[in-house]
């Protein structure tokens, strides 16, 4: 999927290089401006919407890396633990429970102590 940049090319920030694309040597990319083929040619320019959803996309790629970085760099012990801690909080959302005191009730003993008040 990468793109190869011959010798001397320069891509300005906010270009847009195709995958596949070859561009030759000596290119420069303006801002803005989106290349493909082989040899890549300038393929036409970007909207001003499509300039924030490129910078937007950038923020959000950034944000899952760092997140990826952090879930591949854990150990089996925090594996396990992060599964059963998810494990415990779906149950306590599809059982009632008294969070005060860890206490799964019935809904029999829930009507019971409603009752008393």
């Known amino acids: ?15 847009i290089v195709a995958a596949g694309a070859i561009l030759p040597p000596g290119t420069t990319v303006k801002t803005g401006e989106v290349w493909a083929g ?4 300038l393929l036409r320019k970007l909207s001003a919407e499509e300039k924030g959803f490129v910078a937007a996309s950038a923020d959000n790629y950034a944000r899952l890396a760092r997140q ?10 925090e594996i396990y633990l992060d599964k059963h801690i998810q494990e415990e909080r779906e149950w306590r959302n ?6 005060h005191m860890g206490i ?8 019971i102590l409603a009752a008393r008040g």
């Open 1 to 15: 999927m990468g793109a190869t940049l011959l010798d001397g090319v320069v891509l300005e920030p906010g270009s």
């Open 38 to 41: 082989a040899p890549a040619k």
């Open 68 to 77: 990826h970085l952090i879930e591949n760099g854990k150990i089996f012990e």
């Open 94 to 99: 599809k059982t009632e429970i008294d969070v």
């Open 104 to 111: 799964a009730r019935d809904e029999k003993t829930q009507l």
